[in-house]
């Protein structure tokens, strides 16, 4: 089974609303990773987090890491068109190299 | 793109045949990935490689194999393609427990 869940599977705003997402986790982690993915294209790194940190911020993205819980959230602010794509949340599993994926949010942002 | 080129971009083969999709990264990147991505399962990882000649399976391994002879190529070869290994195929390389580069992808269809 995959090591994240994201969740909702899809939200569709309005531009200049926040967009949150939640990825949920499964093993211990080094650190958390955001992607996002625009359709049919290759996925591009957005923002890491490492285990000992709470929070972290990059531009309009907010990230923020609950370990205790195996959570994370996105959140996307003041939303624009052009953040239309799918959003995955990705680990390393147990101190491996194995890089796994979410499921993936897909976020539609109507003008 | 981190200079990662995946080819061919789109094939057509059929039910039987074996298939090799190839990933050729210039960035000398130690780790190497490939993944699945299928609607409503996200991204599978399928194999991985940690260097030269080492590899190791992830989740979704049958029917699949890899080789690394070298650095830059990671090979993932369909030994007899299936119906069920439709998908669309990403390539990924990194240093190592921080963020993944991505290919393109190669769309694969099975008839």
């Known amino acids: 089974s995959q090591q994240g869940e994201e969740d909702p599977q899809a939200l569709s705003i309005q531009e200049g609303e926040n967009a949150t997402m939640n990825c949920s986790y499964k093993?211990?982690?080094?650190?958390l990773q955001w992607y996002r993915q625009n359709s049919g294209r290759g996925l591009v790194h957005l923002i890491l987090?490492?285990?000992?940190?709470r929070e972290k911020h990059s531009g309009r993205l907010r990230v923020t890491l609950d370990t205790s819980k195996k959570s994370s959230s996105l959140l996307i602010t003041a939303s624009r068109a052009a953040d239309t794509a799918s959003y995955f949340c990705?680990?390393?599993?147990?101190?491996?190299?194995?890089?796994?994926f979410g499921k993936g949010t897909k976020l539609t942002v109507n003008p | 793109d981190a200079g990662i080129t995946q080819s061919p971009r789109h094939k057509v083969t059929e039910t039987g045949t074996p298939v090799t999709l190839r990933c050729h990264q210039t960035?000398?990147?130690?780790?190497m990935y490939w993944y699945r991505q299928d609607p409503g399962h996200g991204l599978r990882l399928i194999h991985y490689?940690?260097?030269?000649?080492?590899?190791d399976k992830g989740e979704v391994s049958d029917g699949y194999s890899v080789s690394r002879s070298k650095t830059e190529d990671f090979l993932l070869t369909l030994e007899s393609a299936t119906s069920s290994q439709t998908s669309v195929y990403f390539c990924?390389?990194?240093?190592?427990?921080?963020?993944?580069?991505f290919g393109q992808g190669t769309r694969l269809t099975v008839v």
């Open positions: 960035e000398n990147h130690r780790y």
């Open positions: 987090i490492r285990s000992n940190e």
């Open positions: 990924a390389t990194g240093l190592g427990n921080t963020e993944a580069f």
């Open positions: 093993t211990s982690i080094n650190n």
């Open positions: 490689s940690y260097g030269v000649k080492d590899t």
């Open positions: 990705a680990t390393y599993i147990g101190g491996s190299e194995k890089l796994v």
